[in-house]
DNA sequence: TCTACGTTTCAACAATGGTTGAAATGTTGA
DNA sequence: TCAACATTTCAACCATTGTTGAAACGTAGA
């Protein structure tokens, strides 16, 4: 469960142009994740700003990395997204549903494959 | 759909202690919101200060406000962060459906409301 | 109109954050 | 061990941001 310290934290982390794309590049990528090199040119940075990003990235918990070779794979750190979008929702309702029932439908419709309807 | 410039400007405005208790309680008071002075003290600013981090806050399109007396009240946007959370996910599946299975979870389970199961 | 109240604007300051190039670290294969 | 590669650390600079108190603005009621 994600404190006001953290969210906090993982707020200012997204709200930065760089750090942003960075993080929906290795979203997009899945759980496989990225080389820092590749990531660099896909969001158009040097290496050397990728990295101060990918360390506030890493320490506000929203990124994860293992070394492969020479290379550093990069991955999104899905619980702790989750963990950020619930926060910030938390306690919405007070008792009226349809206050936030159409953020739930939003990333409902997002996921949930098409056809595939299984209520598991 | 919200475009990258705008989340930052809100993932930004979301990343600082003040900003993201403002808005936390917003969310908490419901559609009615709250008056700018409650919200001071509720939040633990001065006035002034406040005052700044709601433009901020407005600006992002997070809070809307409305004049009723001499108060100014403030309520959250929920529709902006419903849009906010769907961009920070968009894409996020790749057709792997369990990769954000647990975000869809976590905030309907948080915003559904319990032995009331209407589907609508 | 006057006074009190609630909120915002302004100007100044201290603190933080992002970018850059050069140098250091760690890894691989010859 | 050596040279080439991938990434990080370091130090310095410039720009942005958060905070503060005083002053200004707009509204309500006497």
Redesign the interface.
């Given at each position: 469960m994600m404190d006001?310290r953290q969210?906090?934290?993982?707020?200012?982390?997204?709200?930065?142009?760089h750090r942003?794309?960075i993080?929906?590049q290795l979203?997009?990528a899945?759980?496989d994740g990225m080389a820092a090199g590749m990531l660099a040119e896909a969001v158009g940075v040097s290496g050397t700003n990728l990295s101060f990003h990918l360390k506030e990235l890493t320490h506000a918990g929203l990124v994860g990395s293992r070394r492969e070779g020479r290379s550093i794979i990069y991955s999104?750190a899905?619980?702790d997204?989750?963990?950020l979008?619930?926060f910030?929702?938390?306690?919405?309702?007070?008792?009226?549903?349809e206050?936030?029932?159409?953020?739930?439908a939003?990333?409902?419709a997002?996921?949930?494959?098409t056809g595939?309807d299984s209520h598991a």
């Open positions: 006001e969210a906090v934290a993982a707020f200012a982390a997204l709200g930065q142009e942003l794309r993080v929906r979203v997009t899945g759980p999104a899905y619980p997204l989750s963990d979008i619930q910030l929702m938390r306690d919405c309702c007070q008792g009226r549903h206050v936030c029932a159409p953020a739930v939003a990333l409902a997002c996921c949930t494959p595939d």
